[in-house]
């Protein structure tokens, strides 16, 4: 708790022949990240195949939509990268002399597919119309036609011996033309400049409207079962050429290449697999080598000389959220505080306290639970929202009402005064825990010190002026004095010299002028909660003065209106209190972020004919 925890360092012997499929075994549990050790021998596996990978690579674009229909198998990879790439660039030149010819004709008729698509919600627009389409299919020898599609708003610039017809549209404008064979070159470029679309007509397609549709209709029914069969003979061909396991072998190496390129040569034979996992005692990757059967040794050992490990933050998982907070600012260090666990308590208390309404909360809160079963940071609208309606209950506020039952506490519009001051007293807990804080990370480092006789005199300086402030008949300055001279005389010890005192003086006045600043940023909470109960007061007003009808109308508007905009607003100041008031005390986020080795393709892809998946 309140410390990131450090990765360790991980060591994996294993056979040159085996690495892929080792380094695969390691990458599935999402808990390495890859460093090779300084100064060492690289060993790049898949040096000699990068040629072959590009020719894989190369044919992606056109065959990746084809080959993602069948199910890739990927086995261990137990022999030579160059074996794989080799064998697998033949099959695929074998299953591409038959596939080819299929391809093209299956992409054919996809195009006149979408083709005759347009074409037949063009014509449906003119069946009924006055347009005898049959004129249209018969013109000829010396004029010719075409339907056009254009952007709306697009004022069509075509000579005179152009005749557009207009065709009912939705979104854009539809025109059929009729031009001289000998310029209709010309026209169909301009309809392009326009960034237009150009629908050709068929020369089948004759007769009238309704018998053109009928043709139509047949011809899409023919293509659609000729693109059923296509498909399904190069599911055939996929299956004869074994390009299940072949592709599956090469979407392994391609991961290699992509995301390794090279491991540390341990011998002829062997090679060493090294970086950072936050599996710390390391049963995770020991169970996924031994499930993958492998002939590899683990060991978990103190890092190379100089070597930075990355931090990661360990916290139970309804506390993960709340990491949100501390990640916008990178990661923290090893002799930096997590605030997580801090964040689970300020954060809600300070969104709750500017949003206090119980029946907002609550849609807050179930709009929470919803979003949560696709996003893990809606669970900060479910805390967000049950502290809302907490506030709400000691507010008196439900809907914007505040005459359905007593408040537990008060209502704000009442005692405008206490509810700015309520945050200003948490606002010195806060920022002094912040202080504490800062401590904690000077003893991790070895610099407590240095802290106890500065920044601690510091605190005590704050907090005397603070109470001498707030109760200015108690006595309590004396406190301040102690403060200053705890500080100027930690300095002075400190810097072993009287200039080291009067530099102090300096930081001094910048300190505390930031620190009473980040105090006084805390007033607004109080202020918007006023104002989000003087918005809900305006509505509630406005409701009842209106009829029973458009008062319920205005109830309902106004509320949706301040759960969105105020609920926005509300969380963009706690986000801004925390990271730039509170965090500036004690975190910089100068860890070093762990990056885990991406997992390599699935054991089986999902088809996208059935969507399934193992």
């Not at 008729?109 to 037949?120: D, F, G, M, P, S």
């Not at 967000?384 to 209502?411: K, Y």
Request: with cysteine; hydrophobic share 50%; aromatic share 8%.
């Amino acid at each position: 708790m309140l410390r990131p925890v450090a990765t360790r360092w991980f060591e994996v012997l294993c056979p040159r022949a085996e690495s892929v499929h080792t380094l695969a075994a390691l990458a599935q549990t999402g808990a390495v990240e890859l460093e090779l050790r300084a100064h060492c021998a690289e060993d790049c596996p898949l040096t000699d195949v990068a040629t072959g990978l590009a020719a894989y690579q190369a044919l992606l674009p056109r065959y990746q939509r084809y080959w993602q229909r069948g199910r890739l198998r990927h086995t261990p990879l137990v022999e030579a990268p160059m074996v794989v790439i080799e064998r697998a660039l033949a099959r695929i030149a074998a299953w591409r002399r038959e596939a080819d010819p299929l391809i093209e004709q299956l992409q054919s008729a996809e195009e006149e597919l979408t083709r005759l698509k347009w074409l037949q919600a063009i014509i449906s627009q003119i069946e009924g119309s006055a347009l005898d389409f049959s004129l249209v299919t018969a013109s000829g020898p010396l004029l010719g036609t075409f339907c056009a599609i254009v952007p709306a708003r697009t004022r069509l610039d075509l000579p005179d011996w152009a005749l557009p017809r207009g065709v009912p549209w939705q979104d854009e404008h539809c025109y059929m033309i009729l031009t001289p064979l000998l310029h209709m070159d010309e026209a169909k470029a301009r309809i392009k400049a326009h960034k237009g679309r150009i629908v050709e007509r068929p020369a089948w397609l004759g007769g009238d409207a309704t018998a053109a549709l009928a043709r139509l209709r047949a011809r899409r029914a023919w293509l659609s079962e000729r693109c059923v069969t296509l498909y399904a003979e190069l599911d055939t061909l996929f299956e004869e050429y074994a390009l299940d396991a072949t592709l599956g072998e090469v979407a392994w190496l391609d991961w290699f290449s992509a995301h390794v390129g090279a491991l540390e040569l341990a011998s002829e034979h062997l090679v060493w697999i090294t970086g950072w996992t936050d599996d710390i005692d390391g049963r995770r990757l020991a169970d996924a080598l031994d499930q993958a059967d492998t002939r590899a040794l683990l060991r978990l050992t103190r890092p190379p000389a100089g070597a930075r490990p990355p931090q990661v933050l360990r916290n139970p998982p309804w506390l993960r959220p709340f990491e949100l907070f501390a990640r916008a600012l990178g990661v923290p260090a090893s002799d930096e505080a997590d605030p997580t666990p801090l964040l689970a308590v300020v954060v809600p208390l300070l969104f709750g306290y500017m949003f206090g309404d119980v029946g907002q909360g609550l849609v807050l809160v179930l709009a929470g639970l919803w979003l949560s079963r696709r996003f893990d940071a809606a669970r900060l609208m479910v805390l967000g929202g049950a502290s809302a309606m907490v506030f709400g209950l000691l507010f008196g506020s439900l809907f914007g009402m505040e005459h359905l039952f007593p408040p537990l506490w008060l209502h704000p519009l009442a005692h405008p005064l206490l509810v700015l001051a309520v945050p200003l007293v948490f606002a010195v807990g806060l920022l002094s825990l912040g202080q504490l804080l800062s401590g904690l990370g000077a003893l991790r480092r070895g610099q407590f010190g240095a802290w106890l006789r500065v920044d601690a005199g510091f605190l005590v300086l704050y907090l005397g002026l603070v109470l001498a402030l707030a109760l200015p008949g108690s006595g309590l300055g004396w406190l301040a004095v102690v403060g200053l001279v705890w500080y100027l005389g930690g300095a002075f010890v400190q810097a072993h010299r009287l200039l080291g005192a009067l530099s102090a003086l300096g930081h001094l006045a910048e300190n505390g002028l930031q620190l009473l600043t980040n105090t006084l940023s805390f007033a607004r909470v109080g202020a918007f909660a006023l104002a989000h109960a003087a918005l809900s007061s305006a509505i509630v007003t406005m409701a009842a003065a209106a009829p029973a009808w458009a008062g319920l109308l205005i109830l309902l508007l106004g509320n949706v209106v301040v759960i969105l905009l105020e609920g926005l607003v509300v969380s963009i100041q706690t986000t801004r209190l925390v990271l730039f008031e509170f965090f500036n005390r004690f975190l910089r986020g100068n860890g070093r972020r762990f990056l885990p080795l991406p997992a390599p393709p699935p054991l089986v892809t999902p088809t996208l004919a059935s969507g399934g998946s193992t």
